[in-house]
């Protein structure tokens, strides 16, 4: 079975950095996606990992240890847009379809 | 190019009838699949379309059904609506079996009363 985690909110400052930790369990991995979703509006795409390391965009960056099964998404000089839910997908491949899995979300509050 | 377009955008139906969403992918992208998003159970996978043939399913009864077209377009049907129906369904699509990222609609949000 697949079992994807995240803390449910996080709250940090604007200004401030913010790492999202997602651990995973999946019977098959094909990468790792993190997905930003505003409220009442479809997740967009910001990052994906296959192999170990960090990959940097601007200022998120996502890092993933596929040995340990974890992955985090870091979001630097906070921004009050960035207030919304971040979602940690895996892409299942134990078949050639490799259908993605989603974490619950976090919720990510950026005060002033 | 233009995103993956869904419709109707909102709907409200009544338990027992049945509701059709339709989901145009982007330009070129073959694949689509479906998803259900509830505040209590997040982002759950319904099923996946390529070349009109269903390659994966979640774990949905058989009241979920979809299909797809020669020119990649999906419908998803739910028939015997149930109160707890009620959601975001959001369509996805991708390129190709080995397309790696998916680009989301903006949803259909079903309230069934």
């Known amino acids: 079975g697949q079992n994807i985690d995240q803390p449910t909110e996080m709250t940090a400052t604007e200004g401030a950095i913010v790492q999202i930790n997602c651990t995973y369990q999946?019977?098959?991995?094909?990468?790792l996606f993190w997905y930003q979703q505003h409220a009442g509006e479809a997740p967009t795409f910001l990052s994906y990992?296959?192999?170990?390391g960090l990959e940097e965009k601007g200022r998120f960056s996502s890092f993933l240890s596929r040995s340990k099964g974890y992955s985090y998404l870091l979001l630097k000089e906070l921004q009050m847009k960035d207030s919304a839910s971040y979602l940690c997908?895996?892409?299942?491949?134990?078949?050639?379809?490799?259908?993605?899995?989603f974490g619950a979300g976090t919720q990510v509050v950026v005060t002033p | 190019k233009a995103g993956v377009t869904q419709t109707p955008r909102y709907l409200i139906k009544t338990r027992g009838q049945q509701v059709t969403l339709s989901c145009s992918p982007i330009?070129?992208?073959?694949?689509v699949s479906w998803y259900q998003q509830t505040p209590g159970q997040g982002l759950q996978f319904l099923f996946e379309?390529?070349?009109?043939?269903?390659?994966n399913k979640g774990n949905f009864p058989g009241r979920f059904s979809g299909r797809q077209f020669s020119n990649s377009r999906s419908e998803m049907n739910v028939s015997t609506l149930e109160l707890g129906d009620s959601a975001l369904y959001l369509c996805?699509?991708?390129?190709?079996?080995?397309?790696?990222?998916?680009?989301f609609g903006e949803g259909s949000w079903l309230t069934v009363v």
């Open positions: 330009s070129g992208h073959r694949s």
């Open positions: 990992n296959v192999l170990d």
């Open positions: 999946t019977s098959g991995f094909n990468g």
């Open positions: 379309y390529f070349s009109e043939t269903q390659r």
């Open positions: 996805a699509s991708r390129e190709q079996k080995g397309g790696n990222t998916i680009y």
């Open positions: 997908a895996v892409r299942d491949e134990t078949d050639s379809w490799g259908k993605f899995q």
